[in-house]
């Protein structure tokens, strides 16, 4: 099956990007077999105030690395609704992360950010990054979200004791957090600790994720938390990229999701990599007003294309994989 994009992001209307994608029926599609694949995320943030909002700069990082691993980033738009920005301005960070910065001089009652990406992956190029990152302290110092405590440090002791080789320490620990912790939605939030969630036992993908990382920078292992999309899970998803050394002067980058005790596969998009949530956090801003906002998002990833080894061909009459909120 052949990826055909065609979609004029640039100025192009939100309605028409979503009449011009062609959308995949992946009911039955064995993902281990697939060795291309193509998908287009949309997300609509909006804020609703109690009355006027003064001088709101709103920081987006919901939209693709432009290239991470096997995955290219093809195109990309965001619109404000709603209200006139007089900035929107697109940069990277330090991690690379593609992040949308916008000024926006007065919202009336109401503000939305639509925000639309295409990107491919393509399985069999490996994933590398520069030797000096298994060095690069932010990789491996904790922050105060992923800090171990004794019960971490005695956890990432009883590993290293059991499985001493990188990769497969790596491995294990992430099997270790699977089987400790049970999913457990608003139990915690967004400033819950690695050893607040595994105290308790139990958390959201950012805490199985925050306890990953505790165990393995304390274990003396280059690691970083991911943010991004996952089909099929009814949300965004975290998981932990390791890295180890290749022996040839490069870094290997080893991705693991802790919440399903598994490495990750053509079912993930990445969105930004950092030290933890807080470095990536998908939405963070500021406004001047006496009263409060509510936020409301809707998400959705849809699978344009599929190209793989002895599947059958995929209908493409309808269905789509979703992420609601």
């Known amino acids: 099956m052949t990826l055909q994009l065609g979609l004029g992001f640039s100025g192009a209307d939100d309605q028409d990007m979503g009449d011009n994608i062609t959308v995949l029926d992946t009911t039955g599609v064995d993902w281990s ?22 001088r709101l700069r709103q920081r987006l990082m919901v939209q693709p690395r432009e290239q991470h691993g096997d995955q290219r980033r093809v195109a990309r738009h965001v619109r404000v609704v709603d209200a006139t920005p007089r900035r929107v301005r697109s940069s990277a960070d330090d991690f690379g992360n593609h992040v949308v910065d916008i000024d926006v001089p007065y919202v009336a009652d109401r503000v939305s950010f639509i925000s639309w990406s295409v990107v491919e992956r393509h399985t069999g190029l490996p994933h590398l990054a520069a030797a000096a990152s298994l060095v690069d302290p932010r990789l491996l110092e904790p922050t105060r979200l992923t800090a171990p405590d004794e019960a971490l440090c005695e956890l990432a002791a009883d590993l290293r004791r059991t499985c001493p080789l990188g990769e497969d320490l790596a491995v294990e620990a992430c099997a ?24 308790q036992r139990s958390g959201v993908c950012q805490d199985f994720a925050h306890v990953l990382l505790a165990i393995t920078r304390c274990l003396g292992l280059p690691s970083r938390y991911v ?30 999701d802790p ?46 294309s599929i190209d793989s080894d002895g599947l059958t061909d995929v209908s493409s009459s309808a269905g789509e994989e979703r992420l609601a909120g």
Not at 48 to 53: A, D, F, I, M, Q
Not at 176 to 199: D, I
Not at 240 to 253: F, I, K, N, Q, S
């Open 176 to 199: 270790r957090v699977f089987s400790l912790m049970a999913y457990a939605a608003n139990v915690t939030g967004v400033r819950t600790t690695a050893a607040e969630a595994f105290a």
């Open 33 to 54: 077999r697939v060795r291309r694949s193509a998908y287009a995320i949309h997300q609509t943030i909006t804020y609703e105030y109690e009355g006027p909002v003064r």
């Open 259 to 304: 919440t399903h005790g598994r490495r990750t596969g053509m079912t993930y998009v990445t969105i930004a990599v950092g030290r933890d949530y807080a470095h990536v956090a998908p939405l963070s801003g500021t406004y001047v007003a006496s009263h409060a906002g509510v936020l409301s998002i809707s998400k959705r990833v849809t699978v344009m």
């Open 227 to 256: 943010s991004g999309q996952m089909l099929g899970v009814g949300g965004s998803h975290a998981w932990v990229e390791v890295l180890v050394p290749t022996g040839d002067g490069h870094a290997r980058v080893l991705s693991l």
